[in-house]
């Protein structure tokens, strides 16, 4: 039984959330609105943390697959949902969620698809040339979303409105669930000792028959569709987007949340995500300040504590055979 | 084309130096053959050629049969040859059970989607590589500290650290670059044992480059001298011993 | 054919300034091998700082010529931000010397944001109207062509700096410590450099450089604002890369690619179909071009790393 562990607690996790989401009713929409938050920010950490942390690679574009993402489900629910849901059985939770469901999946999917594009190319090259080829990509979705027509499905410079509110508690916290479940396990097996490879020394790594490139673009593509995925509860919960709200701040709140909470930890990114949204959410009022503060911390942080506030807590401890 | 490790007529510039001009040798299957010769000869120059770090701008490189230039570093590896490094490269992060499983990856039947499913077959050859890993650590004196972070191992334990790491991916031509460096006389004699042992035990071809004349002349059987890049001898100990050029190069005084 | 001559002449303008910018990345990476990103908002605080100084003196500077006024207020204002970016580097990269280059780059994303958001609390976020450093005059008017005054202290400016780069660089002893600084750390502190002068004075350097492109972007389209340096510092960024980083006249022949380009798609980028906002995207793909192709660059040598 011990075995399983992994598995056991995915399913638990997926219980929970699901529990509480039925309970939802009774909970405060402010506080629920910053729990989902958190839920998202998690998934965007964790996913992040996958390239950045654990294959040591500096991506600065996580907004972009998240963008990607975003306005793929949400124009598939604005546009096919409709013809999909008497398919399923008509209007009912059932229909309506499953519909959200592949939305989210092809969202998720868009963004994997555009992460293996932009990835296969710039992995090859040196680690601060993949941020700039991010940063750069960052901006080009944007450029495009911006540039497309206000009435066509992408909605030009001011975006898309009236995106249904499917987003619950369940579904950001299952899938928060599976994108920790996914991560941890590629990572903490034999197989995963490959990601880790990498990061310390790519030139050892290829020598002990690593694939180096296969790893970073796995761990690319496999961040790109979970920020896709968040992109798409993000688009459904707040149920307007825009072009404005993917840009490169917002792939540096995401790396801020990797760094503080150590690079390479799953569990100590998960406690920056709750720590960093909640803090976001007080200094609302200060808006001015906030990154001024954030920047300056990042700064400190760097000089001072680099390894982040939480480092390497070992997520799945080997167990000692006798 | 034979089995083993071939090459023939190998240069290599970078830019207007000629680093290995046109060096020719083999390393047969099984045998212990030693790569000497002055600081800056060429030899780390020729094991990057050899492992596909640096590709020769002419001439060729085969092993068992198999054209080696123009592959990716890990192909080679799969190919079946394994190196150590001058500088240490242990991936620093990892435990040192964690250093020999990385390189383990290779052999690994199952992969990704067996670590995302977790079952049975998934962890019984998670048990398997890590069995593996422990017997190889244990020749090598290193089962005890398995979970301790490999940099925090003496250098002379990161140097065998490193030659378990290569030999965890099961090669045929196994390239160590300087084992010895750093060791006093007792840790070399148990070296040379080492090597011995695992040449005989996992049925390898050694490439040996060492400034050590003592662990070369003690345990290879054919040595290759190289300076500036080109091979100025070849043959037994006993002949390299005396060769007049090798001495004007490199040794000094003939041994008795 | 005026109007490709217009456009042509344009992109150089606009070119030259991306050069003046790209010359500080490419110095600093080739002395530190890291990538500054805080470099583009030291071209937003050199317009700013020449904003200031003009209010500051303006009583003292109408009396004078306009070329004076012009050369005192892009002298001072290369001189302050110079000591800035000494001080920044001293302050944020400094400790992080012998750090992973992720850490240093981290560090100057954080830098970077530190000083617009600062400077957007200090200057609120709204567009300033730059003073009129140099009067509207018409020098060729014929034709379709327009070429104004602006356009040739652009152009001119920009030509001294280079040249007097190049003479720092390639004939002062300065410039050659920091040759041997760019291809040998170790091997150029043991030939007496002293690695941290060197490094400071790069710094500065770059920084005056930017500062002048600033200024001189601000003369071309007068109105600043705290963020005004994100855009042309990314393309900058680009052309340091397209020419080769760490090549300074790879860096000068990257910003006349990048500025032509972006402005050839601006004008003629409708006739074929592609939206005027789209030329933002040219330097982007160029980047991503230039690194599937070519990574070193035009003019770039490929670094091999000792194994």
């Given at each position: 039984m011990k075995r399983y562990t992994a598995q056991i607690a995915l399913i638990v996790a997926l219980a929970v959330s699901l529990g509480i989401s039925c309970a939802s009713d009774s909970i405060d929409a402010y506080y629920l609105d910053i729990a989902l938050n958190v839920g998202i920010n998690i998934i965007l950490a964790v996913s992040l943390n996958l390239v950045n942390g654990h294959t040591g690679q500096f991506s600065l574009g996580h907004a972009a697959f998240m963008a990607v993402g975003a306005y793929g489900a949400s124009i598939f629910t604005l546009e096919a949902s409709q013809k999909l849901i008497p398919l399923l059985g008509g209007p009912g939770t059932f229909a309506t969620g499953t519909a959200f469901f592949i939305a989210l999946v092809i969202g998720g999917l868009c963004a994997a698809i555009c992460g293996w594009l932009v990835g296969m190319p710039s992995l090859r090259l040196r680690g601060d040339y993949l941020a700039i080829v991010t940063l750069g990509f960052n901006e080009i979705v944007r450029?495009?979303?911006?540039?497309?027509?206000?009435?066509?499905?992408?909605?030009?410079?001011?975006?898309?409105?009236?995106?249904?509110?499917?987003?619950?508690?369940?579904?950001?916290?299952?899938?928060?669930?599976?994108?920790?479940?996914?991560?941890?396990?590629?990572?903490?097996?034999?197989?995963?000792?490959?990601?880790?490879?990498?990061?310390?020394?790519?030139?050892?790594?290829?020598?002990?028959?690593?694939?180096?490139?296969?790893?970073?673009?796995?761990?690319?593509?496999?961040?790109?569709?979970?920020?896709?995925?968040?992109?798409?509860?993000?688009?459904?919960?707040?149920?307007?987007?825009?072009?404005?709200?993917?840009?490169?701040?917002?792939?540096?709140?995401?790396?801020?949340?990797?760094?503080?909470?150590?690079?390479?930890?799953?569990?100590?990114?998960?406690?920056?995500?709750?720590?960093?949204?909640?803090?976001?959410?007080?200094?609302r009022d200060f808006e001015q300040y906030r990154m001024i503060v954030f920047s300056l911390l990042l700064i400190i942080m760097m000089i001072v504590r680099p390894q982040g506030l939480l480092p390497s807590l070992p997520f799945f401890t080997r167990k000692k055979s006798a | 084309m034979s089995a083993g490790l071939e090459l023939k007529d190998v240069t290599i510039r970078f830019g207007g130096l000629k680093a290995v001009s046109e060096l020719s040798f083999s390393v047969a299957p099984g045998e212990l053959v030693g790569l000497i010769g002055p600081n800056g000869a060429g030899k780390t120059t020729v094991f990057n050629?050899?492992?596909?770090?640096?590709?020769?701008?002419?001439?060729?490189?085969?092993?068992?049969?198999?054209?080696?230039?123009?592959?990716?570093?890990?192909?080679?590896?799969?190919?079946?040859?394994?190196?150590?490094?001058?500088?240490?490269?242990?991936?620093?992060?990892?435990?040192?059970?964690?250093?020999?499983?990385?390189?383990?990856?290779?052999?690994?039947?199952?992969?990704?989607?067996?670590?995302?499913?977790?079952?049975?077959?998934?962890?019984?050859?998670?048990?398997?590589?890590?069995?593996?890993?422990?017997?190889?650590?244990?020749?090598?004196?290193?089962?005890?500290?398995?979970?301790?972070?490999?940099?925090?191992?003496n250098y002379g334990d990161q140097r065998r650290l490193e030659i378990v790491r290569a030999l965890a991916t099961k090669p045929k031509l196994l390239l160590l670059d300087e084992p010895a460096a750093g060791m006093n006389p007792s840790e070399k004699d148990d070296l040379m044992q080492l090597i011995r042992f695992i040449k005989e035990r996992y049925n390898l071809a050694v490439l040996l480059v060492e400034h050590d004349m003592k662990v070369v002349m003690g345990i290879c059987q054919r040595i290759a001298v190289i300076e500036y890049g080109c091979k100025i001898a070849e043959g037994s100990p006993k002949e390299i011993q005396c060769d007049p050029k090798v001495i004007e190069a490199y040794l000094g005084v003939c041994a008795e | 054919?005026?109007?490709?001559?217009?456009?042509?002449?344009?992109?150089?303008?606009?070119?030259?300034?991306?050069?003046?910018?790209?010359?500080?990345?490419?110095?600093?990476?080739?002395?530190?091998?890291?990538?500054?990103?805080?470099?583009?908002?030291?071209?937003?605080?050199?317009?700013?700082?020449?904003?200031?100084?003009?209010?500051?003196?303006?009583?003292?500077?109408?009396?004078?010529?306009?070329?004076?006024?012009?050369?005192?207020?892009?002298?001072?204002?290369?001189?302050?931000?110079?000591?800035?970016?000494?001080?920044?580097?001293?302050?944020?990269?400094?400790?992080?010397?012998?750090?992973?280059?992720?850490?240093?780059?981290?560090?100057?994303?954080?830098?970077?944001?530190?000083?617009?958001?600062?400077?957007?609390?200090?200057?609120?976020?709204?567009?300033?109207?730059?003073?009129?450093?140099?009067?509207?005059?018409?020098?060729?008017?014929?034709?379709?062509?327009?070429?104004?005054?602006?356009?040739?202290?652009?152009?001119?400016?920009?030509?001294?700096?280079?040249?007097?780069?190049?003479?720092?660089?390639?004939?002062?002893?300065?410039?050659?410590?920091?040759?041997?600084?760019?291809?040998?750390?170790?091997?150029?502190?043991?030939?007496?450099?002293?690695?941290?002068?060197?490094?400071?004075?790069?710094?500065?350097?770059?920084?005056?450089?930017?500062?002048?492109?600033g200024i001189l972007y601000a003369s071309l389209y007068p109105s600043i604002e705290p963020f005004m340096g994100i855009q042309p510092g990314l393309k900058a960024f680009v052309a340091a890369v397209l020419g080769g980083i760490g090549n300074i006249p790879g860096a000068a022949l990257g910003g006349l690619i990048i500025g032509i380009t972006e402005t050839l798609v601006k004008g003629y980028g409708q006739s074929i179909g592609i939206p005027s906002g789209y030329s933002e995207g040219v330097a982007f793909v160029i980047l991503i071009l230039i690194l599937v192709f070519k990574p070193s660059g035009l003019l770039g040598k490929v670094e091999r790393e000792k194994v």
């Open positions: 450029v495009i979303l911006q540039n497309t027509s206000g009435d066509g499905p992408f909605g030009g410079p001011l975006g898309l409105k009236g995106i249904p509110s499917h987003t619950t508690f369940f579904w950001v916290f299952a899938f928060a669930a599976v994108c920790v479940y996914v991560v941890a396990s590629m990572v903490n097996s034999t197989y995963g000792r490959g990601f880790l490879a990498v990061r310390d020394d790519e030139v050892a790594a290829g020598s002990m028959g690593i694939n180096t490139v296969r790893y970073k673009v796995t761990a690319f593509v496999t961040g790109s569709f979970f920020a896709g995925l968040a992109g798409g509860l993000y688009a459904h919960l707040r149920t307007t987007i825009s072009p404005a709200g993917f840009d490169f701040l917002k792939s540096f709140d995401v790396v801020v949340i990797v760094i503080l909470g150590g690079m390479g930890s799953t569990a100590g990114v998960i406690a920056a995500a709750i720590l960093l949204t909640v803090l976001n959410e007080f200094l | 050629l050899i492992t596909g770090v640096y590709t020769p701008t002419s001439g060729q490189i085969h092993f068992e049969g198999t054209p080696v230039p123009g592959k990716k570093p890990h192909e080679i590896t799969r190919m079946g040859i394994a190196r150590t490094f001058q500088n240490i490269r242990l991936f620093s992060s990892l435990s040192v059970l964690d250093n020999v499983r990385a390189a383990m990856m290779t052999h690994l039947k199952r992969g990704i989607i067996h670590s995302l499913s977790r079952g049975p077959v998934y962890h019984r050859e998670e048990a398997s590589v890590e069995k593996e890993a422990i017997e190889l650590l244990d020749i090598f004196g290193l089962a005890d500290r398995l979970d301790a972070n490999s940099k925090s191992l | 054919m005026e109007q490709f001559l217009q456009q042509l002449l344009n992109g150089l303008f606009q070119g030259s300034i991306y050069a003046l910018i790209a010359l500080g990345y490419t110095m600093v990476y080739g002395v530190l091998r890291f990538i500054n990103f805080a470099h583009g908002d030291v071209f937003m605080l050199g317009a700013f700082t020449a904003y200031g100084l003009h209010k500051l003196l303006a009583g003292t500077l109408a009396a004078m010529p306009w070329p004076v006024s012009l050369i005192i207020i892009l002298v001072a204002s290369m001189a302050l931000c110079a000591a800035l970016g000494i001080v920044i580097e001293l302050l944020a990269y400094r400790p992080l010397r012998n750090r992973p280059r992720l850490n240093v780059l981290i560090t100057a994303i954080g830098v970077s944001l530190f000083i617009e958001y600062t400077g957007q609390l200090a200057f609120g976020a709204t567009q300033r109207p730059f003073p009129e450093l140099i009067p509207p005059i018409q020098v060729v008017s014929a034709g379709g062509l327009s070429v104004s005054m602006t356009h040739v202290i652009v152009l001119g400016t920009t030509l001294l700096l280079l040249f007097g780069l190049r003479m720092i660089v390639m004939k002062t002893k300065m410039g050659l410590a920091m040759r041997a600084l760019s291809l040998n750390p170790t091997a150029s502190t043991l030939m007496g450099v002293n690695n941290s002068v060197v490094i400071s004075f790069t710094f500065g350097l770059g920084s005056a450089l930017a500062a002048a492109g």
